[in-house]
């Protein structure tokens, strides 16, 4: 699993006009891959490395001040754009595959605690947010 992770003062995410998910405040915005060798297993351990990832301000995380996390599923981080001009998706699992493991990494950071919002798996959506920093990681699983 692949998850691009920005500090954020705020973000949200809208589908067809509607804001499905959105969080105010300091917290984390984070964009989810998938691939094909991933588990439940990985999914928990990204989320417990999520809750507690110290890029907070005062090098916080968000278990340490209940910070909330936007969660948004992303299929083109496992896009691979080495030859020619047009990415390929073949490293990134299919959506039956992917769906479940995003809901595992949701679930497992609200049974840690976490409040999390989600975008909409498969949809089109609007991302907005203010990176604060800016400030964003890599993390892998």
């Known amino acids: 699993m692949r998850a691009v992770v920005q500090r954020v003062d705020g973000a949200s995410v809208v589908v067809a006009g509607e804001t499905v998910g959105g969080i105010t405040g300091e917290g984390l915005c984070v964009l989810v891959g998938v691939t094909h060798d991933d588990t439940p297993e990985k999914a928990e351990r990204l989320a417990r490395k999520l809750w507690s990832l110290r890029i907070l301000d005062g090098e916080r995380s968000c278990s340490d001040v209940d910070a909330p996390l936007l969660v948004v599923s992303q299929f083109t981080l496992y ?39 989600t975008g909409r798996f498969g949809a089109d959506m609007r991302l907005s947010l203010t990176n604060h920093g800016p400030f964003t990681v890599l993390v892998e699983v």
């Not at 390929?88 to 919002?117: I, S």
């Open 79 to 117: 896009g691979d754009a080495r030859k020619g001009r047009r990415p390929t998706w073949n490293a990134a699992a299919p959506g039956p595959v992917a769906e479940p493991l995003v809901d595992e990494v949701v679930a497992r950071l609200r049974e840690q605690g976490a409040t999390v919002a």
